[in-house]
């Protein structure tokens, strides 16, 4: 228990929490990517997304890494681009970052993310969302 005086909140205090709540769902950050020699824009995905990527089949590094590009995928609008994808020839369009990025580079952009939705240790909310 901290030893921090805490206030006791009130439902002025909730209410007034609504428009700090909807700003942290619009977040948005920008990440350097080393292998496209820039920064990207990545956006908050949103909780039911990355609760659906979460909820994807990761026993394999394959859909472990098909689930973090997915997440990338979701949260970049310029990989969403189908003038992006066009060029690239890309069938899926999750495939834009497999193409663009390295295996490392599409993890830790993932986990970049994560933190901005809020879920700062994904392996540990994995965890306990299993049990």
Known sequence: MSTETTKKLSLTDLIGKKVEKEAEKNRTSTVYVAGLGGEIEVSNP???VVYGIMDMDSTTSENAMYANAKLVYQSVKLFQEKE???H??????IDIVFRLLKPVEIKLVAEEIMQLAGFSDPEAMRQALKN
């Open 46 to 48: 949103g909780e039911r």
């Open 84 to 86: 992006l994808q066009d």
């Open 88 to 93: 690239y020839e890309v069938v899926d369009p």
